[in-house]
């Protein structure tokens, strides 16, 4: 039996090409507009809602109702970790005052070494701040108020200049009950069908929860927005 021992040519430039990792630096009003963006897609499905609405089809219309709520909060916690790394980095830059929350950061060594064979270039503290916030989601009321806090943006300031109380301690309280409630319902949404864990009985919703909802987010997004750009 004849094999054949001859060599076949090699096949070259096949190997896909690594992309090269590029973290944009956004500057304020990007960040908003993105936001804002994300926020007129979102309320672009009320036409949807509408009209699965008029044609007798309510639960679908239910449904598009709350995808929503859970893309509004997705979009508001996208908002949060930009401002992080857009505050983040200002700080580092020596452009904010430094928080005492940034002061304790911990950068690992690794990435030290990166920074200081990086000439004058700041940008692998910036990439470091993406990559350590990415998987933190900040949609609880606490880990919201943590996070503003820590990247200059008073969480109180915040929730009293939204919701306008009397008192700061009271617009605080109207804040944390509104964020917590979101969270809350869109946990639900997400994770259990929209039913009580108590009774199984699915909630109701209606448009006019949904709009008001997403009206106090954007209040919420515009005033930190504002205190971001008067710094």
């Not at 090699?10 to 630096?25: A, K, L």
């Not at 219309?61 to 508001?76: M, N, P, T």
């Not at 929350?101 to 690992?108: G, R, S």
Request: glycine residues 2%; negative net charge.
């Amino acid at each position: 039996m004849n094999r054949d021992f001859s060599l076949k040519e090699r096949v070259e430039n096949t190997r896909e090409q690594q992309q090269i990792r590029r973290v944009v630096h956004f500057n304020l009003q990007e960040i908003k507009d993105r936001f804002d963006e994300s926020i007129c897609n979102i309320e672009s499905k009320f036409e949807l809602y509408d009209e699965l609405n008029a044609s007798g089809k309510l639960e679908d219309a239910k449904d598009v109702l709350k995808s929503q709520i859970i893309f509004l909060e997705g979009v508001l916690d996208f908002y949060l970790h930009e401002m992080t790394k857009y505050s983040y980095f200002k700080m580092f830059s020596n452009e904010w005052d430094k928080t005492s929350q940034y002061k304790k950061f911990n950068v690992k060594m690794e990435f030290v070494e990166v920074g200081l064979n990086s000439s004058n270039s700041k940008d692998w503290f910036f990439e470091y701040v993406n990559d350590s916030f990415n998987r933190v989601v900040f949609m609880s009321n606490e880990s919201m108020k943590d996070q503003l806090n820590s990247i200059g943006i008073p969480y109180k300031d915040v929730m009293h200049n939204v919701f306008k109380k009397k008192s700061e301690s009271e617009s605080i309280i109207e804040g944390k009950n509104f964020v917590q409630s979101l969270f809350k319902r869109r946990n639900a949404i997400a994770h259990q069908n929209d039913r009580s864990h108590d009774s199984g009985i699915q909630d109701d919703i209606d448009k006019s929860y949904v709009v008001d909802n997403i009206e106090t987010v954007k209040r919420i997004a515009h005033e930190i927005f504002s205190i971001a750009n008067a710094k």
